[in-house]
C-alpha cells in the first residue's frame, strides 16, 4: 500500500463517539475522522430538541472548536466528549 493510499484510509476510517451530557446520558455517533465536529454538534442538538449555540462540547477539560475533527483532536474509538450547557451572565461575589 503507498504512501497516498495509507493517508486516505486513514481519512475514511470510522470511528465511534460518545457524548455524555451532564446527566450521564451517553449519545453515539459514527462518524469519519475527517468529519468536522460542528457537524456532530448540529446533530446532536437537533437530536435534544436543544439550539447548539446554547451547549460546549469538551474533550478532556478543553473546548473543541467546531472546525476542528476527530483527526486533528486525535481521538480514538469509543473516546468521550463531555457536553455542557452554556453559561452566560450571572452574579459573581
Same mark, same amino acid.
Given at each position: 500500500?503507498?504512501?497516498?493510499?495509507?493517508?486516505?484510509?486513514?481519512?475514511? /476510517? +470510522?470511528?465511534?463517539? %460518545?457524548?455524555?451530557? @451532564?446527566?450521564?446520558?451517553?449519545? &453515539?455517533?459514527?462518524?469519519?475522522?475527517?468529519?468536522?465536529?460542528?457537524?456532530?454538534? /448540529? +446533530?446532536?442538538?437537533? %437530536?435534544?430538541?436543544? @439550539?447548539?449555540?446554547?451547549?460546549? &462540547?469538551?474533550?478532556?477539560?478543553?473546548?473543541?472548536?467546531?472546525?476542528?475533527?476527530?483527526?486533528?483532536?486525535?481521538?480514538?474509538?469509543?473516546? @468521550?466528549?463531555?457536553?455542557?450547557?452554556?453559561?452566560?451572565?450571572?452574579?459573581?461575589?
Amino acid at each position: 500500500m503507498s504512501d497516498n493510499e495509507k493517508a486516505a484510509d486513514e481519512g475514511n /476510517e +470510522t470511528i465511534t463517539i %460518545r457524548i455524555r451530557d @451532564q446527566t450521564g446520558e451517553e449519545t &453515539f455517533f459514527k462518524i469519519k475522522k475527517t468529519t468536522k465536529m460542528q457537524k456532530v454538534f /448540529e +446533530t446532536y442538538a437537533s %437530536r435534544k430538541g436543544i @439550539q447548539s449555540s446554547s451547549i460546549r &462540547f469538551m474533550l478532556d477539560g478543553e473546548r473543541i472548536l467546531p472546525d476542528a475533527t476527530p483527526k486533528m483532536l486525535e481521538m480514538d474509538d469509543q473516546d @468521550q466528549i463531555d457536553c455542557m450547557l452554556e453559561q452566560t451572565g450571572g452574579r459573581s461575589f
